[in-house]
């Protein structure tokens, strides 16, 4: 089992500039969550989904799209990418009920110019 | 509102010396309290949970819910302790978790 995955681990984009992150899991959790993670701040919940084809708000989610097209996979967007999008990003899923264990990727360091 | 506070930014330590990383929590119903790990270059993971009355890699915590607290706690520190740890908190219905701003501990040979 790969867990979850993180597809780009690095990026440099100019302001303006879009893209996709592509997180995986195949571990075949009904919840998965996207969070950024900056100095001082600690992480922050930016999207999440809690079953395929639903996708919420998190508590940083203004700049993001996301969708959750097929159950293993969750996709964050930046349409117009801003340097105060500049962060390391982290996926993370968990099963549905039970305790609120959640699973990391290894992160995607993201630089806006 | 919910919230979750680690007061340091960094903790020193020598090796051998005890170890309390701080957390206070803001929830009004019962919570689920977590600390997870973050290694150098490591993705984050789980450290233990106030439920499971767990010691994991000899770290405890206790919930005190009269002082809204989950301290972390280990009698000897170790250098491969050296780690951002994060508190977390979980209420109610929402499924999402709320993390602290993190502590990092620095264990000196």
């Known amino acids: 089992n790969a867990g979850v995955t993180q597809t780009p681990k690095f990026r440099v984009l100019k302001t303006g500039q879009s893209m996709t992150l592509l997180c995986a899991q195949d571990?075949?959790?009904?919840?998965m969550y996207w969070y950024r993670q900056d100095p001082g701040m600690g992480l922050r919940l930016i999207h999440y989904?809690?079953?395929?084809?639903?996708?919420a708000k998190g508590e940083v989610p203004d700049g993001y799209n996301v969708s959750r097209l097929k159950k293993q996979n969750f996709l964050l967007g930046l349409e117009s990418a801003a340097p105060s999008q500049t962060s390391v990003y982290f996926c993370?899923?968990?099963?549905?009920?039970?305790?609120?264990?959640?699973?990391f990727g290894p992160g995607t360091r993201l630089t806006v110019l | 509102a919910q919230r979750v506070t680690q007061p340091e930014k960094l903790l020193s330590v020598f090796k051998g010396a005890p170890v309390e990383l701080k957390c206070n929590y803001s929830y009004s119903g019962s919570p689920e309290l977590f600390w997870y790990v973050q290694y150098s270059r490591q993705r984050l993971q789980l450290l233990l949970r106030h439920i499971s009355r767990e010691s994991i890699k000899g770290f405890t915590a206790d919930l005190n819910k009269g002082e809204t607290s989950f301290h972390l706690k280990k009698p000897f520190a170790q250098e491969e302790d050296s780690a951002m740890y994060y508190c977390a908190l979980s209420g109610g219905a929402t499924n999402k978790l709320i993390f602290g701003t993190g502590t990092l501990l620095a264990v000196q040979p």
């Open positions: 993370a899923s968990r099963i549905a009920g039970g305790y609120n264990e959640q699973f």
């Open positions: 989904s809690v079953g395929e084809g639903t996708t």
């Open positions: 571990m075949n959790h009904e919840y």
